[in-house]
T-cell receptor, first 108, second 115 residues
Framework: LAKTTQPISMDSYEGQEVNITCSHN???????ITWYQQFPSQGPRFIIQ???TKVTNEVASLFIPADRKSSTLSLPRVSLSDTAVYYC?????????FGTGTRLQVFP | GAVVSQHPSRVICKSGTSVKIECRSL??????MFWYRQFPKQSLMLMAT?????????EQGVEKDKFLINHASLTLSTLTVTSAHPEDSSFYIC???????????FGPGTRLTVL
């Protein structure tokens, strides 16, 4: 299973764009990259998933370079409600192993 | 779509009792469900993988006789914490993978407190 490395924490202000980068050097050919958001005392919530290049949905964008050894979650114009822990995971149809995640704190 | 529920959301029990937690996929069939445990300020730790109709696969260090998992149907998996002790107090979260899809969808979690 591919191991992921993310910054432990990040701070931002409301209205700013936040980019969280995750490294996954030993990602396998079949692995997808998935990002989850978790608020305290809640289950993780699916944000976005991608395999290569760029994926965009209504809440975020995911940038994946050609070598797929890293990925960047981009949150446009964050608000206070985006304060949460963000997890990057890689895998295919097997189990997901959570890393430490990135604790994002958004200030007014 | 892709909603996963857990019941109960919160449970308090006495030491030595058993507690059952249900995980249901409400609007899809889940061939595989996963059970995680999360302690305060820590990440999720995978406990076991549950496949419908077969025995669960437990992660290293997780006692299968203490954490009984049953996946009797494509929409329901249960985790029973047997003879619970205070150190079993934690946040238990399940997830389900929709049949034919890659991503997992997580339940809201169950807060277990053992007195």
């Amino acid at each position: 299973l591919a191991k992921t490395t993310q910054p432990i924490s990040m701070d931002s202000y409301e209205g700013q764009e936040v980019n969280i980068t995750c490294s996954h050097n030993n990602i396998a050919t079949n692995d997808y990259i998935t990002w989850y958001q978790q608020f305290p005392s809640q289950g993780p919530r699916f944000i976005i998933q991608g395999y290569k290049t760029k994926v965009t949905n209504e809440v975020a964008s995911l940038f994946i370079p050609a070598d797929r050894k890293s990925s960047t979650l981009s949150l446009p114009r964050v608000s206070l409600s985006d304060t949460a822990v963000y997890y990057c995971l890689v895998g295919y149809t097997d189990k997901l192993i959570f890393g430490t995640g990135t604790r994002l704190q958004v200030f007014p | 779509g892709a909603v996963v529920s857990q019941h109960p959301s919160r449970v308090i029990c006495k030491s030595g009792t058993s507690v059952k937690i249900e995980c249901r996929s409400l609007d899809f069939q889940a061939t595989t469900m996963f059970w995680y445990r999360q302690f305060p300020k820590q990440s999720l730790m995978l406990m076991a993988t549950s496949n419908e109709g077969s025995k669960a696969t437990y992660e290293q260090g997780v006692e299968k006789d203490k954490f009984l998992i049953n996946h009797a149907s494509l929409t329901l998996s249960t985790l029973t914490v047997t003879s619970a002790h205070p150190e079993d107090s934690s946040f238990y979260i399940c997830s389900a993978r929709r049949q034919g899809y890659n991503e997992q969808f997580f339940g809201p979690g169950t807060r277990l407190t053992v007195l």
